[in-house]
DNA sequence: CTAACTCCCTGATAGC
DNA sequence: TGCTATCAGGGAGTTA
């Protein structure tokens, strides 16, 4: 499931595929992912070029050379390759784009809740469509200050702002997770009653999680593939994330469904 | 403004 | 073996 580790992974592979090959074909087989599919057929991509690929929050976007992007989420089971020609569609490959080298740009989604449009750019540079989300949690703007203004107010769980895109971007069911038991606070704490000091753990903790995955090629739980078709690494370092016993304490771990999504944590280490 | 909820979707797995 | 029920989850949208 891609958080920001794994669409970093992807958008630096794209970098590398996509940099100045031009589109020759462009191909939909299904209406539509989040939105629809057809605008790409009729977007005038053939005889554009990539200029390269990059990721703000949990997207890849990749370059044009007309000033747009091709702008790409990965939802649950996105997964993209870059083949050559002769590799038969599987199943679930919905979106090819023929390059100038002879591969084809290919965009899998079983479960459908990806994302793949042209876009135009806002005033920042980057996609329309990404105006107004949080900052990145690797910049310099989010800091254990930044959390803890953030919170004030914020009576929902921890877990639920850290996970929110309007406040810091890309940090998904996993790595809030682990970020908070590398920082010992529970998931379930009201935002409003962390101190600052948690706050500055839990950036700081966020960031290292965050860079130490990149490094590793994301995390691979059951379908994310690398554009490569490897999986993320990091899968083997969770600490806390689908664990039955705390690594650090060997207490139980317990299981609790925080804004809808699963959360293990460890009741002992984190309070 | 925040918070709580629903929906979208398929494949893996558990239970009978 | 073969069926059905359940669960996984990001983001957008709606409602209170």
């Known amino acids: 499931m891609p958080e920001l580790p794994e669409a970093e992974s992807i958008a630096r592979s794209l970098d590398r595929a996509l940099k100045k090959r031009k589109i020759t074909k462009v191909e939909v087989f299904f209406p539509k992912l989040r939105t629809p599919l057809e605008p790409l057929k009729r977007a005038g991509l053939v005889g554009k070029s990539f200029l390269g690929c990059r990721r703000r ?26 083949e050559p020609e ?9 979106v090819f784009i023929h390059l100038s080298d002879g591969r084809v740009f290919r965009f899998e989604d079983p479960r459908r809740f990806g994302f793949l449009e042209v876009q135009k750019a806002g005033k920042d540079g980057w996609p329309e469509c990404l105006a107004g989300i949080g900052v990145e949690p690797l910049s310099r703007e989010f800091t ?74 994301g995390t691979t739980v059951s379908d994310y593939r690398n554009v490569d078709g490897s999986e993320g690494k990091f899968a083997q370092k969770l600490k806390i994330y689908g664990m039955k016993t705390c690594p650090k304490c060997a207490h139980a771990t317990a299981k609790a469904v925080i804004g809808g999504r699963t959360s293990w944590f460890c009741p002992n280490c984190q309070s």
């Open 86 to 94: 002769s590799v038969p569609r599987r199943k679930h490959e919905h």
């Open 57 to 82: 929050a949990r997207y890849a976007v990749a370059d044009l050379d007309d000033g747009r992007m091709l702008t790409m989420h990965f939802g649950m089971s996105g997964v993209v390759r870059v």
């Open 144 to 217: 254990g200050e930044f959390l803890f203004n953030a919170s004030r107010g914020r009576k929902k769980p921890v877990k639920e702002l850290v996970m929110d895109n309007a406040v810091v971007t890309g940090i998904g069911n996993i790595y809030a997770a682990e970020t908070l038991f590398a920082s010992g606070v529970s998931p379930l704490r009201r935002a409003s009653d962390l101190t600052r000091t948690e706050c500055d753990a839990i950036v700081r903790n966020a960031k290292r999680i965050l860079r130490e995955a990149i490094k590793c090629g």
